[in-house]
Nanobody, 122 residues
């Protein structure tokens, strides 16, 4: 069972930036797509972005396109989420997740981290 540990969340003002990191345990990190999801208070968890096994393909939710960037370093078992031009509506707990295969299938993320709180003040 893979373990995913997120870090890098915090409090930032509107227009600011944060970078989340997620480190995965084990030796199979590079076999799988990775993704980020978020859940705001009172709302369902939603897809934010995902990246395929080698970083050659990415997908973004419309709400974050042009502001967020996902990347990965397979040598470090780490996936990153660079968040720029943050807005109050980006406030949520952000979860790292591992896909079920090497390609991106937003409905097929099976393993989850504990989450990292991101709060954007207006």
């Amino acid at each position: 069972q893979v373990q995913l540990v997120e870090s890098g969340g915090g409090l930032v003002q509107t227009g600011g930036s944060l970078r989340l990191s997620c480190v995965a345990s084990g030796r199979t990190f590079s076999w799988y797509a990775m993704g980020w999801f978020r859940q705001a208070p009172g709302k369902e968890r939603e897809f934010v972005t995902a990246i395929n096994w080698n970083g050659g393909s990415t997908v973004y939710a419309d709400s974050v396109k042009g502001r967020f960037t996902i990347s990965r370093d397979n040598a470090k078992n780490t996936v990153y989420l660079q968040m720029n031009s943050l807005k109050p509506e980006d406030t949520a707990v952000y979860y790292c997740a591992r896909g079920g295969s090497s390609t991106i299938v937003p409905s097929d993320f099976r393993s989850w981290g504990q989450g990292s709180q991101v709060t954007v003040s207006s």
